[in-house]
């Protein structure tokens, strides 16, 4: 007699996981990201404006060059060859104490490409 094969199927959901977060003492906004395509520089990059243009007068103001090294890091890790793992990333407000903005890949990868959206 033939043995019975049981096969098992799990969603594990989008394959690339991540967020970008603008935090401080009185705010907390993110803009993130789960999707079965790796998101390239550009929507990198996107995604990080559109989390910029959240944010309002001193909130917007205060974490500008937060903002910008976030960007540059970014456009390393995509000379580097994108992130391939887990990793997050803080740029602290200069003179602050919790005002930052953070980048998290949580799973898969991130700004491995460059691609024109």
Excluded: C
Excluded at 16 to 45: D, M, N, Y
Excluded at 78 to 102: C, P, W
């Amino acid at each position: 007699m033939a043995k019975k094969t049981t096969v098992v199927h799990t969603y594990t959901g989008p394959g690339h996981r991540g967020r970008f977060q603008a935090q401080g003492l009185k705010l907390e906004e993110s803009e993130s990201w789960a999707v079965p395509i790796p998101p390239s520089t550009e929507e990198g990059e996107a995604m990080l404006l559109k989390l910029e243009s959240k944010l309002v007068g001193r909130d917007a103001k205060l974490r500008k060059d937060a903002f910008d090294e976030a960007k540059r890091f970014i456009h390393k890790s995509y000379n580097a060859g994108g992130i391939n793992a887990e990793r997050k990333k803080s740029f602290l407000v200069r003179s602050t104490r919790r005002e930052r903005v953070d980048v998290e890949i949580l799973n898969g990868v991130a700004f491995k490409v460059v691609r024109n959206i």
